[in-house]
C-alpha cells in the first residue's frame, strides 16, 4: 500500500526479489495535476500497472467494499509506505503477520506526513528509516528496525528523500524475514524524544528574512522542489515572486531583507543573523537561472528589499 514516489522503491525491491509474491498494489484514486488539471495515477499505481498486478484504488481505506476485496486477497503481511491514509483495526489485524510501515524518520522523531522535509528545515545533522509494526495511531507502532544515515550540507529535501527510499527498501526487505520467523521483537517506542512533522503547505515556503540565514539556508534546501523556499521583489503592478533554489551562508550583516551585494558571485540579502547569497533563483513565470544570468535580465541594487 503506496501512493507517493518513496513507496516505489520498496514495491519495486519486493517485485524483484525471489522471496516474495506481490499479490496487489493499494494505491490512492487518481487525482488532478497540472494546469488543465487532468487525472493522473500516482506512481505506484504505474509502477503496479506495468509489472502487471491488480491495482486498487479505494477512495476511502475503511470502506466496506474494499475490506471485502483486501480479505478475498488473503494477503499474508501488507507492507505500507507513504500510502496517505491512517488504516482502520479491520485492516491491520486482517494479514496473520500484520502491517509494516516504512517510515522515514528515527521514530519516536517526526512522526507524520513531512518527516524528510522538518529534519532539514531544523538543521539535523541525522536522520534514517523506521520499519514499524503498525497501529492505530499516527506513527505510534512498535519499532522493529531501524537504519540512519547523515544529513550532508549538500543534502535537500529531493536528494534526502531518494536515498531514505532506497535505505528504506534494502531495510524492508532484510526485514519481513527476520520478522515473519519471529526472530525479531517489535519495541515500543519511547516516550522521550517524540515530535511531529505536520504536512507542508505552500506558505511555509515564505522566507522571514528576520530569521538567522542558517535557518533560511534549511529552508530553501528542506523545501526543495515543492514549495520552494520564495520571497517577493517589489514591483509595480504587483509584486514579484522569486524562488530560490541554492543558497549559502556568508558571514556578512545587514538590514534584514536587504540586497547588500548583487554581482557574479550571487545576490546577498541581510538576515536576522549573517546573510544568505542567493546562488540560483527563478522569478515567477520564468525559468532557473544562476545568479548572474538573473541580475544580466532583472538588476539588483544594493539598499533594494526582498519582503
Not at 523506521?130 to 537504519?147: H, W, Y
Not at 530553501?220 to 517577493?232: I, K, N, Q, T
Amino acid at each position: 500500500m503506496g501512493t507517493a514516489e518513496l513507496s516505489c522503491d520498496s514495491l519495486r525491491g519486493l517485485l524483484e526479489s525471489p522471496g516474495f509474491q506481490v499479490v496487489a498494489v493499494v494505491t490512492q484514486p487518481d487525482r488532478p495535476k497540472g494546469r488543465d488539471l487532468k487525472l493522473q495515477p500516482s506512481p505506484v499505481k504505474v509502477l503496479g500497472l506495468n509489472a502487471e498486478l491488480p491495482v486498487l484504488q479505494p477512495e476511502r481505506a475503511r470502506s466496506e467494499e474494499f475490506l471485502k476485496e483486501l480479505r478475498a486477497l488473503q494477503p499474508d503481511l501488507i507492507v505500507v509506505a507513504a500510502y496517505g491514509q491512517i488504516l482502520p483495526a479491520s485492516i491491520l489485524t486482517l494479514p496473520r503477520f500484520g502491517c509494516l510501515n516504512v517510515h522515514t524518520s528515527l521514530l519516536p522523531k517526526y512522526r507524520g506526513a513531512a518527516p524528510i522535509q522538518w529534519a532539514i528545515l531544523n538543521g539535523d545533522t541525522e536522520t534514517g528509516v523506521t520499519i514499524m509494526k503498525m497501529d492505530e495511531g499516527l506513527d505510534t507502532g512498535a519499532i522493529i528496525t531501524q537504519a540512519a544515515t547523515p544529513i550532508h550540507p549538500e543534502d535537500n529535501a529531493e536528494t534526502l528523500h531518494d536515498r531514505l527510499a532506497r535505505i528504506g527498501a534494502e531495510l524492508l526487505l532484510r526485514t519481513i524475514p527476520d520478522s515473519v520467523a519471529g526472530k525479531l521483537s517489535p519495541r515500543p517506542q519511547p516516550v522521550e524524544g517524540v515530535s511531529y512533522a505536520p504536512k507542508i503547505k505552500k506558505q511555509d515556503g515564505h522566507i522571514d528574512w528576520n530569521q538567522p540565514a542558517r535557518a533560511i539556508w534549511n529552508r530553501v534546501r528542506g523545501l526543495m522542489p515543492w514549495p520552494g523556499a520564495f520571497s517577493y521583489l517589489p514591483g509595480l503592478p504587483q509584486l514579484h515572486l522569486l524562488k530560490i533554489w541554492q543558497a549559502e551562508v556568508v558571514a556578512l550583516t545587514g538590514p534584514s531583507g536587504e540586497v547588500l551585494q548583487a554581482d557574479k558571485a550571487g545576490i546577498v540579502v541581510g538576515c536576522g543573523c549573517e546573510a544568505l547569497r542567493i546562488l540560483m533563483l527563478q522569478r515567477e513565470g520564468g525559468r532557473r537561472l544562476q545568479a548572474h544570468e538573473f541580475l544580466a535580465g532583472h538588476p539588483l541594487l544594493p539598499g533594494q528589499r526582498l519582503g
